[in-house]
């Protein structure tokens, strides 16, 4: 499993469109927010900071989400059926999928963070900026079990597209774009259990300086081992 893993980091580090896509534009939009459009919500001190998560979290989602495009592009070429006949178990494949997927975020944490403080005057305590690439690394953990499980569960185009549509739900449904407290009553109630806004909560607390809720950990991890169960499920049925 160790091999396949640093073959999956090795691969993914070469795809320079990816990587853009997952840096690049989360940064413009953060400037976009910041510098052109006056988009602070009431009750936000310091909305650069707070946009700075949001965006940061947006980026790493996508991240994570799109590891799914490149496993229906394996299942497509017949990669799983090679897979299939080496000793790598279905467990191994999925635990380095999950971890490369992980991994594969931290570029896009890093570029909107430094934006933030470079190009934004974001001023915080020194210990709180690897804090905040912690908690937002935590947070979209569940986003790499979903991807995989997608594209376990949907093959070709398909599997983007439906990611896609995923993606701009749950970044509006956890209020990465338009904070959770501007939404109606009923929609609030339902953005609080979402996985975005869970993974949003854990830093954009963090920036008070308070710990994260127990309510957004338990989400979280109720939200991960679900979609790690799928992919895990998902697997072993396309086999």
Request: charged content about 10%; aromatic content about 10%.
């Amino acid at each position: 499993m160790g091999s396949y893993l640093r073959l999956e980091l090795a691969r993914g580090y070469r795809n320079p469109m990816g990587l853009v896509m997952t840096t690049v534009f989360p940064l413009g939009l953060y400037l976009v927010f910041t510098r052109l459009l006056d988009v602070a919500p009431p009750g936000v001190d310091d909305f650069a900071a707070y946009a700075m998560v949001s965006m940061a979290t947006y980026g790493a989602m996508g991240s994570a989400l799109f590891i799914g495009g490149a496993i229906a592009l394996e299942r497509s070429r017949g990669w799983l059926a090679q897979l299939a006949i080496t000793p790598l178990p279905a467990h191994g494949y999925v635990t380095a999928k999950l971890v490369s997927g992980a991994v594969m975020v931290l570029p896009s944490i890093l570029v909107v963070l430094a934006g933030g403080a470079l190009l934004s005057g974001v001023r915080l305590p020194l210990g709180t900026w690897p804090l905040l690439v912690v908690l937002i690394w935590v947070g979209v953990l569940p986003f790499a079990a979903l991807g995989t499980a997608f594209g376990y569960a949907i093959e070709g185009q398909a599997a983007n597209l439906a990611m896609m549509i995923v993606y701009f739900v749950l970044t509006v449904l956890g209020g990465l774009w338009l904070p959770v407290e501007s939404m109606p009553a009923g929609m609030r109630a339902v953005a609080e259990y979402s996985p975005a806004y869970a993974a949003g909560s854990l830093a954009w607390r963090a920036l008070d300086g308070l710990a994260p809720s127990g309510s957004s950990l338990a989400v979280l991890v109720a939200w991960t081992l679900l979609f790690a169960a799928v992919a895990l499920w998902r697997y072993r049925r396309a086999l």
